[in-house]
Structures are given as structure tokens and as C-alpha cells.
Nanobody, 123 residues
Framework: QVQLVESGGGLVQAGGSLRLSCAAS????????MAWFRHAPGKEREFVAA????????YYADSVKGRFTISRDNYKNTVFLQMNSLKPGDTAVYYC????????????????WGQGTQVTVSS
């Protein structure tokens, strides 16, 4: 079992930045590929970014490429999502997820999920 707890969400103006964190506990963190998804009202949950076990490879949705950066610290069992140049369309609940398949956009490839953190971007 892996427990994931997100933090760092909040209210920010368009053009601003936020850094999300996801702390993991339980089984060895470094065996898992990690990802961020988001769920906006009235929309399906969508893939945002993924990172390999070592952190050496990252994969992004086109909508956030160049603005968001995913990273991880395997010593601190934490994955991060740095979000810059935020837009109102980025407003959503953000979830981190752990799985064994790197770079998958499919939710069912991830075995463990956090409870989510709300990000609201005002115009």
C-alpha cells in the first residue's frame, strides 16, 4: 500500500504560480512512476504530467507543456508540480497518482491516488 497526500493548492491570479507537493508513505516510493491528474467541474479527470522512477524522464499534456514542471525527490518520498503562467482553465482539483507504467495517460494504470488539492485561478 502507498498513501499519497497532496498539498500546496490555493487561489492565485492568472499569470501566477503555485507549487504542489505529494508526500508518499508506505511501500518504497522509488519503485513507482508518479503522475498528476486534474479534474475540473463538468469535465472528465485528465492527465497533466508524469515522471519516471528515477526522475530522469518527464511527460506532459500539451495543455501544460512549457508552463508546468514535474519533479520528484526519492529521498523525501515526494513528487512536485511547479505550475507557472497559470490560466483560469487550469482551475481544478489536482491529484497525484502512483503506478508501475511510466507516462501513461490512463487513470487505470495508476494504483494509488491522493485525496486531491484544489487549485483556483482567477481572471
Amino acid at each position: 500500500q502507498v498513501q499519497l497526500v497532496e498539498s500546496g493548492g490555493g487561489l492565485v491570479q492568472a499569470g501566477g504560480s503555485l507549487r504542489l507537493s505529494c508526500a508518499a508513505s508506505g511501500r518504497a516510493f522509488s519503485v513507482y512512476c508518479m503522475a498528476w491528474f486534474r479534474h475540473a467541474p463538468g469535465k472528465e479527470r485528465e492527465f497533466v504530467a508524469a515522471i519516471s522512477r528515477s526522475g530522469g524522464e518527464q511527460y506532459y499534456a500539451d495543455s501544460v507543456k512549457g508552463r508546468f514542471t514535474i519533479s520528484r525527490d526519492n529521498y523525501k518520498n515526494t513528487v512536485f508540480l511547479q505550475m507557472n503562467s497559470l490560466k483560469p482553465g487550469d482551475t481544478a482539483v489536482y491529484y497525484c497518482a502512483a503506478g508501475l507504467t511510466y507516462g501513461s495517460r490512463r487513470q487505470y494504470d495508476y494504483d494509488y491516488w491522493g485525496q486531491g488539492t484544489q487549485v483556483t485561478v482567477s481572471s
